[in-house]
């Protein structure tokens, strides 16, 4: 038997799904996530894949399965219960708080964590200042990570856009999570941005040991950082294996130009 197997998985997937006035966006959801491994879910536009985040996240409640986040057992919990369990995302489309600085965006993430009483807030007593110094220097080592340390001070809508997309990674990382889901971080971004995204990815993977599931549509990025990838269409399993095994799969190629051709699809 191998280690993966007997350790309790950080994310156990099981038959997970829900249904849409009558539409199965996702169905029979499976899947299994080890302690720092790094996993792609693919598949065509409208297939599932950010419900999928949804239901992970609270967001949606499933009609069917359960999810476990190091043998817990999650269904049921509201958003910011699960991201106190440890399962932190980035969206599809940005989201953040635009008009506030660059490091006060990681620092509300990180207020979560902080022991300090509302009248120490209120007071400014020195246990809340003892304690927003140590989450500005938290705050300074993530975006380190993610190369905008310089940035720290700078209005958060006036970053390029693919410094956004770092800013939310590095927002996510205050969380304190064990499992990281990111919805596309490398949509819209040009090919330095993305190559610079991929290195950040890897860095973050190891100096944290966390388990990353990446949802992506540069096939070419999934392919070089992922270990394992799953691909889903009309919400259903269709493949799961290494990159080589997804890259030749008839079936994930079918899927894949039969509804994207006009993006010019290439797997590997
Ligand atoms: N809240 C919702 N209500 C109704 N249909 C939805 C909702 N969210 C997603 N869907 C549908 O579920 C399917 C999967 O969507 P989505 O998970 O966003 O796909 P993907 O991220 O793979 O492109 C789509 O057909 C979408 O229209
Ligand atoms: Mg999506």
Partial sequence: ?????????????????????????????????????????????????TTVFNLLTGVYMPTEGSFYLEGQKM????????????????FQNIRLFKKMTVIENVMVTMNMHMSYSLVSSIFRLPKYWKQEEEARK???????IVNLKDKADITAENLPYGQQRRLEIARALGTGMKLLLL??????????ETSELLDIINVIRTKFNISILLIEHDMSLVMKVCERIQVIDY???????????????????????????EEGVALC
Wanted: glycine residues 12%; hydrophobic residues 40%; without cysteine.
């Fill in 75 to 90: 269904n049921g919990k509201k958003t910011h219960q699960v991201v106190a369990a440890g399962i932190s995302r980035t």
């Fill in 138 to 144: 938290k705050a300074l080592e993530l975006l380190d």
């Fill in 1 to 49: 038997m191998s280690k993966e197997i007997k350790e309790v998985p950080v994310l156990r997937v099981q038959n997970l799904g829900i249904t849409f006035g009558g539409l199965k966006a996702v169905d029979s959801f499976s899947i299994d996530i080890g302690k720092s491994e790094f996993v792609g879910l693919i598949g065509p536009n409208g297939a599932g894949k």
């Fill in 235 to 261: 919400g259903v399993t269709i493949a799961s294996g290494t990159p080589e095994e997804i890259a030749n799969n008839p079936k994930v190629i079918e899927a894949y130009l039969g509804k994207d051709e």
């Fill in 183 to 192: 919805d596309e971080p490398a949509a819209g971004m040009n090919p330095t």
